[in-house]
């Protein structure tokens, strides 16, 4: 089985380690080949994700996509919308699965308030229910001001931090705080016949 994840960039690129560890606990012998697609910025809209998908399709059983609700505009409301408006652009097609991060990737991240309060050096609370945080101050702009504020000395860089949060982390932690987390990795579980959370 060969999934292609399309992402956004290089906070998601990070997760790939730990989705794939968690994977291979879940799917052994049933391990897919998970081909991410990049776009270094926001996945496309309309006719160009219809025809990225259907490229793509070409040598992938499925196609997973993930974006961020907030993508520096307001083109989603939420996840849902976000997730529906993907589905409608490529339209009908029973092998391209719509995801979206309630607000963005890092939403991810905020269950693991522990290791950011450690990796930042302080001890700020964190800011609730993970998948609440929204377009005012998104999950990103908490998780830099902890390190802002911190005694570490060093700002939050994305890709770097979002790896050492993650390190050795059992995403099945964050998917019980963070539903579509869940719900995209049951995609995935599901696409390989395995069990879902």
């Known amino acids: 089985m060969t999934i292609v ?13 730990t989705l794939r560890q968690f994977l291979e606990k879940r799917l052994a012998g049933r391990m897919p080949r998970l081909d991410p697609a990049p776009y270094d910025g926001r996945l496309p809209k309309g006719d160009k994700l ?5 490229r793509l399709l070409r ?27 993907m589905r409608g652009w490529v339209g009908s097609n029973d092998q391209f699965f719509a995801h979206a991060a309630q607000y963005e990737f890092e939403v991810w991240l905020i269950p693991f308030w522990a290791e ?17 945080v929204d ?29 050492k949060i993650l390190r050795d982390k059992n995403l099945e932690d964050a998917a019980k ?9 049951n995609t995935i579980l599901r696409l390989c016949e395995g069990d879902c959370l």
């Open 5 to 17: 994840l399309l992402i956004e960039g290089k906070t998601e690129r990070a997760f790939l380690p």
């Open 50 to 54: 219809k025809r990225d998908v259907g």
């Open 59 to 85: 040598t992938a059983d499925a196609v997973v996509a993930l974006t961020d609700v907030y993508t520096g505009g307001h083109d989603f409301i939420d996840a849902r919308d976000a997730k529906q408006k």
């Open 116 to 132: 950011i309060k450690r990796l930042a050096g302080h001890d700020m609370g964190a800011p609730g229910a993970p998948e609440s």
């Open 135 to 163: 377009h005012t101050r998104p999950p990103s702009v908490r998780i830099k001001e902890i390190f802002r504020v911190g005694s570490r000395g060093k700002d939050y860089v994305k890709a770097r931090d979002a790896q």
């Open 177 to 185: 705080e963070c539903p579509e987390l869940k719900e995209f990795l």
